[in-house]
């Protein structure tokens, strides 16, 4: 068996304290709340304390050095923020989480094992109003509803949950919510149409640049795995 050296441990000092995006879920039979990843992951649900699993389907412990699981999370809220402006996580939550366990550090976050929730925030709904009801989207994964952060109004004629609702069913979690959006709405304006909407990607572009990285990495550590196993 090959070993290599371990990174030595880091000790924090601290909770580790970070943010990131998670879609809201909902279990078909309307008892659990929990949350599932909006990235690498997003098939699996998680619950308010969890322990990572592999996305790919491996039995190793999460985060290995040789793969790209576990959870991940950003040191700053406003890189989580500026994620949620990409327009493919609009239905996205907010949270604050707490990491433990074994954990990775990366320039602009965490990649970890163990994770647990600390609050949740709604964004403001696609027309701008607070968002101050989880609607079911009619989309999930399987035994898991896919909630929504909308506004009554934009719920329509759709099952809600209330944030209250929603935290006592996730693990008595705090929900929060935002106000109505702020700058790019103003009533004498009206509503800004989706396309004016600032949507910049710089977090995202960053993101997937750490996750290259991360994949180049392994690269190179497989090539040399072979080289020693003399493939
Ligand atoms: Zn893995
Ligand atoms: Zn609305």
């Not at 998670?22 to 929990?34: C, E, H, I, K, R």
């Not at 180049?216 to 072979?226: G, K, P, T, V, W």
Request: net charge neutral; charged share 25%.
């Amino acid at each position: 068996m090959l070993r290599f050296s371990r990174t030595p441990q880091e000790r924090p000092a601290g909770p580790l304290v970070g943010y990131k995006l998670a879609y809201p879920m909902l279990s078909a039979d309307g008892t659990v709340a929990a949350f599932s990843g909006v990235t690498l992951g997003r098939a699996h649900v998680y619950r308010w304390v969890d322990d990572a699993i592999c996305a790919h389907g491996s039995r190793h412990e999460c985060p290995s050095r040789w793969c790209d699981c576990g959870f991940y999370c950003f040191h700053e809220v406003a890189d989580a923020r500026e994620l949620a402006c990409a327009p493919e996580h609009q239905g996205a939550v907010q949270l604050e989480i707490v990491a433990s366990g074994r954990f990775r550090r990366y320039e602009l976050g965490l990649r970890y094992s163990r994770q647990r929730v600390r609050s949740v925030r709604l964004r403001a709904c696609r027309c701008g109003r607070a968002g101050t009801v989880l609607a079911d989207t009619g989309s999930g994964s399987a035994g898991w509803r896919r909630l929504d952060p909308v506004c009554p109004a934009c719920a329509g004629h759709r099952p809600v949950l209330t944030p209250d609702d929603f935290g006592r069913l996730a693990g008595d979690v705090r929900v929060l919510c935002d106000e109505a959006a702020g700058p790019v709405v103003s009533t004498a304006l009206g509503p800004v149409p989706p396309a004016e909407v600032p949507q910049d990607a710089g977090a995202v572009a960053v993101l997937t640049a750490e996750v290259a990285l991360l994949q180049a990495q392994m690269e190179r550590m497989q090539q040399r795995l072979d080289e020693l196993e003399g493939r």
